[in-house]
């Protein structure tokens, strides 16, 4: 029977994203472990921890400048890349074990040895675009694990469904003209990082390829739920991949600090069961969320899924239904099913 996998080594505690209090801090990591422990879901994981990924792995989604920066800065002890990232002297180290440890969960993933898995890692990689570390993000990971599933794997058509609250523009950017590779966001609009209008669907062959659904602050879960039903899902059975990724950010829950959308925890454990049917997978990546509490109720309500659990596991009784109600929001959705389906005719 295959198990569910959860990725983690202790480098992700030890990366410092410029200053001690920065939003991302290690504290993120160890919530979510102390959660998992409590509720008795980690003894249901099995654990890997993953090693340092190799230039070569990196560079299948990065420019060879990404990292010689990294690495340069790195060798200096750290410092400020833009205003909100920073690198400490672990910090290349973790991202590095990230962006492998998104690759070995699909490794285990398409060899049967897992059925799913949670890479629970930071820093976070989905605003990395190809040149760029920025918004956190120092590599790309689910980037990094897609371009790995179809160049070293033979996967034909890997799906990135992107639901942290900021919009992926790295994962979109490495892949804006790629038809390998589906990229899904459903993102706060606009917000940081200004990216993801649903007018940006991708380019030559990767036109159509990626999706972005916009939705304006105070979305609930009715919105997110129409925009599975009405484009995401479409899209995703259409595209028909051979494994399924996600930027599993938990920024979108009502009590994050950074954001201001209105899901409850146990938003993501419907759409972790959603993301299970449409392929191989998921492995979940973990990009944001900065709520302690409601990232740890998050990650065990995805994990619940991911055991297949009837019920999420470990969070508030009040966070288990749908929190809706954002009608505004739904409109917004309306529209870009509409336009989606336009530009396809
Ligand atoms: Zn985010």
């Known amino acids: 029977m295959p198990r569910t996998g959860l990725v983690f080594h202790p480098a992700a505690l030890k990366h410092i994203c410029g200053h001690p209090d920065h939003p ?16 008795g879901l980690a003894a249901r994981l099995d654990e890997h921890a993953p090693l340092p990924a190799d230039r070569s792995l990196i560079e299948l989604a990065h420019d060879h400048g990404l990292l010689d920066l990294l690495e340069r800065m790195d060798a200096d002890g750290g410092g400020q890349i833009d205003l909100d990232t920073g690198m400490g ?3 290349l180290e973790a991202t590095l074990r990230g962006s492998q440890g998104g690759v070995d969960a699909a490794d285990r993933v398409l060899r049967g040895e897992w059925s799913s898995a949670l890479v629970c890692m930071r820093p976070p990689g989905h605003h990395a675009t190809t040149r760029q570390p920025m918004g956190f993000c120092l590599t790309n990971h689910v980037a990094v694990a897609a371009r790995w599933a179809v160049r070293q794997a033979g996967v ?10 900021h919009h992926g523009n790295g994962t979109q950017d490495i892949f804006w003209s790629d038809p390998t590779v589906l990229y899904v966001s459903l993102h706060q609009f606009p917000w940081y990082p200004g990216t993801g209008d649903a007018t940006e669907r991708g380019e030559g062959d990767g036109f159509g390829c990626t999706v972005n659904v916009p939705l304006p602050a105070g979305a609930a879960e009715d919105a997110y739920e129409q925009a599975f ?9 259409a595209f028909d991949p051979g494994l399924v990724l996600v930027s599993a ?19 993501f454990f419907r759409f972790t069961q959603r993301a299970a049917r449409w392929g191989p ?12 509490e409601a990232l740890a109720w998050s990650a065990a309500a995805t994990v619940s899924a991911l055991l297949g659990e009837a019920q999420a596991i470990g969070i508030p009784e009040e966070e288990v239904a749908p929190m809706s109600g954002s009608p505004e929001a739904v409109r917004w959705v309306e529209r870009a099913a509409w336009m989606q389906r336009a530009a396809d005719r």
């Open 24 to 39: 991302e801090q290690p504290r993120r990591i160890e919530a979510i472990r102390a959660h998992l422990e409590r509720t």
């Open 89 to 91: 002297p672990g910090s």
């Open 156 to 165: 034909e058509r890997v799906a990135v469904i992107d639901w942290d609250a």
């Open 229 to 237: 039903d009405e484009v995401i899902e479409p899209a995703v059975r």
């Open 249 to 267: 950010g938990f920024d979108a829950h009502y009590l994050d600090p950074l954001c201001m959308m209105r899901l409850g925890a146990g938003a």
């Open 281 to 292: 997978g998921p492995v979940c990546v973990l990009e944001g969320g900065y709520d302690f």
